[in-house]
T-cell receptor, first 112, second 113 residues
Framework: KAGVTQTPRYLIKTRGQQVTLSCSPI?????VSWYQQTPGQGLQFLFE???????NKGNFPGRFSGRQFSNSRSEMNVSTLELGDSALYLC???????????FGPGTRLTVT | AQTVTQSQPEMSVQEAETVTLSCTYD???????LFWYKQPPSRQMILVIR??????QNATENRFSVNFQKAAKSFSLKISDSQLGDAAMYFC??????????FGTGTRLTIIP
């Protein structure tokens, strides 16, 4: 099976702009989670979607939003970008909570 | 809320030796799962090993094994015959029910040739 794919892999945006990141899970996986990873804050959970419904949400401002489509593909959107949003954004999919999450290669977002 | 603690920010081991990474977690639930993830310099997070809390037997995956002490809420990872490719950041994680996966702060493992 193909792994989790994320597009784009690298992105440079300017403060105030918005960005949309995409994640395609492993075939058959219905859960998709998003994480932000920075050197200072470590790995922080953004949200999890399961069958198109948001199942869990982290402590991020409303500028961060996501959605999941009927084919389980997911997108996350960040509006009004700030310098502090520069990070590696990781997407992970799973078939079952006990089987673990499988991660994509990440999207590195740089905000200038 | 779940908490996962990794008290060793950095560790090093000689190639071919054995190293153990520590992890403790805190939950009063009985239905939970524990995981170890590896993140090499490429930044790709890789699932190394998983453990169901209801299983007494420690999980093993090739050179990787865990020591699961349920009463002590301890979940350490043992890497045998360490190889240069094992150099990475290792994260311990737990999941209770359908709650989010909670990660520890990680342990950076260096392999000394």
């Amino acid at each position: 099976k193909a792994g989790v794919t994320q597009t784009p892999r690298y992105l440079i945006k300017t403060r105030g702009q918005q960005v949309t990141l995409s994640c395609s899970p492993i075939s058959g996986h219905r859960s998709v989670s998003w994480y932000q990873q920075t050197p200072g804050q470590g790995l922080q959970f953004l949200f999890e979607y399961f069958s198109e419904t948001q199942r869990n949400k982290g402590n991020f401002p409303g500028r961060f939003s996501g959605r999941q489509f009927s084919n389980s593909r997911s997108e996350m959107n960040v509006s009004t970008l700030e310098l502090g949003d520069s990070a590696l954004y990781l997407c992970a999919s799973s078939s079952d909570r006990g089987h673990g999450q499988y991660f994509g290669p990440g999207t590195r977002l740089t905000v200038t | 809320a779940q908490t996962v603690t990794q008290s060793q920010p950095e560790m090093s081991v000689q190639e071919a030796e054995t190293v153990t990474l520590s992890c403790t977690y805190d939950t009063s639930e009985s239905d939970y799962y524990l995981f170890w993830y590896k993140q090499p310099p490429s930044r790709q997070m890789i699932l190394v090993i998983r453990q169901e809390a209801y299983k007494q037997q420690n999980a093993t995956e090739n050179r990787f094994s865990v020591n699961f002490q349920k009463a002590a809420k301890s979940f350490s990872l043992k890497i045998s015959d360490s190889q240069l490719g094992d150099a990475a950041m290792y994260f311990c994680a737990s999941r209770i029910g359908n709650e989010k996966l909670t990660f520890g702060t990680g342990t950076r493992l260096t392999i000394i040739p």
